[in-house]
Structure formats: C-alpha cells, structure tokens
C-alpha cells in the first residue's frame, strides 16, 4: 500500500479519536461492517431539535475509518439529516475526483485515497453508518 494513504494528516485525525466512545442514552444507533476488509463502525447520535447534539462512534477498522469516523465526531455536532447527506455526498465527490471544497477541511485529507478504489469503503463506511444511525430514530 502506498505511503501517500497514510500522510500525517490523516495519522494525527485517526489518532485524535474524537467522538471516540459511546453516548450515555443515544437517540438513534447503527452499525456498519464491510465485508471486504473487515472494518467495523458503531455509531451513536444524540438530537435535539432535529439537529445532532451529539456523536459517538466505536471503531474496529483501518486508519483511514478511524480517520473519517474522527472527522465525524469533529465536526457533525449540529448538522440534520439533510446537511449529515450532503456531506456524505461531499466525501463520494472527493473520492471521484470532482471539483469541488468539501464543507470540512479534514475531508481533503482523504484526496489521496481516489486511484486506491478498494480503499474508499474504508472511507466511507463511517458516513453510511452515521446515516443509518440517524435514520435509526424513526424506527425506534
């Protein structure tokens, strides 16, 4: 695997774990595995006012998961559903390589993952599993 995955950046956003752990009474929850390398996410929201109040998530997985589930707990603190999407979409862009700045300035991090396409579930999986966590409110 190429050294350009794994460049300081992303070492020192996988290693902050912020939002690492687990939510006291969380509103909505899921989980997310990937069957291809084994990563493993849990993830936790807290609402209030449709908005998320608060995140949490557990990761067994790669550095670029951890990474990206990092950059979550950094920053989805007030975002709805909707605006939790869009970034989301935001990361499947960067990934593709379309134009575009994403919303958060730690999601540039991962520009280096687009030619390793076996890699982008690494990335992704943590938003998938923030979406169905929110998703998870509905039905519970």
């Not at 951890?66 to 007030?78: L, M, P, T």
Request: with cysteine; hydrophobic share 45%.
């Amino acid at each position: 695997m190429s050294d350009d995955l794994y460049q300081q950046a992303i070492l020192d956003l996988a290693k902050s774990a912020d939002g690492a752990g687990r939510l006291a009474a969380p509103d909505g929850t899921a989980q997310g595995d990937s069957p291809l390398c084994g990563d493993r996410v849990r993830m936790e929201v807290k609402l209030e006012g449709g908005r998320i109040a608060a995140v949490a998530h557990e990761v067994k997985g790669c550095l670029l998961c951890r990474a990206a589930a990092a950059a979550i707990g950094r920053h989805a603190a007030g975002l709805d559903a909707a605006q939790a999407e869009a970034v989301g979409r935001q990361v499947v862009a960067l990934l593709a390589g379309e134009d575009g700045k994403p919303d958060w300035p730690e999601l540039e991090y991962f520009a280096p993952v687009r030619p390793h396409r076996n890699r982008h579930g690494c990335v992704l999986l943590p938003f998938e599993t923030l979406l169905a966590a929110l998703d998870s409110r509905d039905s519970a």
